[in-house]
């Protein structure tokens, strides 16, 4: 039987705020860029300031090729010194001069009624739910972080904020600095494990590596929509996720990935526009079975 997604639309994110093929990542052209393809969310990483704000960068040390200096450590900054930096870098293919760092509230009130934001948490829970209901994006965001007690803290809060557990080592473990798979039969026995106590903590979707069709499927029957732990997802290898039966993907290239999407599944498959996530993963097909519950 060939692999089918339990998500109808698919879930389509793109990386760091629209994918960096158009501008810098979580800059707000990117951002604007993503919103005119029709993507489901975009993925933002929070990253705390000294006092208590939060702004959007994957790093807490801010690059030097676009700053021009090494000492630029988020963390250790208020969130006003942060706002008043300034760089340059190519938009669209053209120079723009007059880029800043985006808060999380800057970005959440201005596309709060038109997109989803996948939360790429490393701020504190109470944070990450104070922003939530600040702007009452509960249906809207999605949680994702490597610890499930996280997740299960926002969970405890409020049981209607869809979470994902982004956890990269199931079924490998390390020798070394190295990190090495299973064997098989081991790996089945992990992945029944982790989504248990996933399914437990309501959690909806797990991002992890080194997926095969039965350790999807495996995800299935305990409900949980499943994409690759892999940011770059082109055409050619966000097909071969399609078609193992992934419910999501996360690219840098948007527009690739959406015809991609449409190619391998059709119409039917590509995000609905308005759809929030919480919408989303309500539909979820879901043959969970009281034999998992024993």
């Not at 629209?18 to 052209?29: C, E, H, K, T």
């Not at 993507?39 to 030097?64: C, F, M, N, Q, Y």
Request: hydrophobic share 35%.
């Amino acid at each position: 039987m060939k692999p089918q997604p339990i998500l109808k639309p698919l879930y389509i994110s793109a990386h760091r705020g629209g994918g960096r093929v158009f501008a810098p990542d979580q800059s707000l052209p990117n951002v604007e860029h993503a919103m005119t393809l029709g993507v489901t969310a975009i993925e933002i990483d929070l990253r705390p300031t000294a006092d208590g704000g939060i702004v959007l960068s994957h790093d807490d040390r801010l690059p030097k090729e676009l700053f021009g200096r090494a000492d630029l450590i988020l963390s250790r900054m208020p969130l006003a010194e942060i706002t008043k930096l300034r760089y340059s870098a190519t938009v669209g293919g053209r120079l723009w001069k007059d880029l800043g760092i985006l808060t999380a509230d800057e970005v959440v009130s201005k596309y709060k009624d038109r997109m989803n934001f996948q939360l790429h948490v490393k701020v504190p829970v109470e944070s990450v739910l104070e922003l939530i209901r600040r702007h009452g994006i509960w249906d809207r965001a999605i949680v994702s972080s490597r610890d499930l007690d996280y997740l299960r803290q926002v969970k405890s809060a409020d049981k209607r904020i869809v979470v994902e557990w982004a956890n990269n080592t199931l079924g490998r473990y390390q020798e070394g600095k190295k990190w090495k798979p299973y064997p098989m039969p081991k790996q089945i026995e992990l992945y029944h494990e982790a989504m248990k106590k996933l399914s437990a903590i309501g959690g909806e979707m797990l991002c992890t590596k080194l997926l095969t069709p039965e350790k999807i499927a495996i995800c299935h029957e305990y409900g949980i929509a499943v994409r690759p732990s892999v940011m770059s997802v082109g055409l050619t290898d966000g097909a071969r996720f399609i078609r193992m039966g992934c419910d999501g993907l996360l690219t840098d290239n948007p527009a690739k990935v959406l015809g991609g999407v449409e190619k391998c599944l059709g119409k039917d498959y590509l995000p609905k526009k308005g759809q929030s996530v919480y919408e989303l993963m309500q539909s979820r097909k879901n043959p969970f079975t009281k034999a998992h519950e024993e």
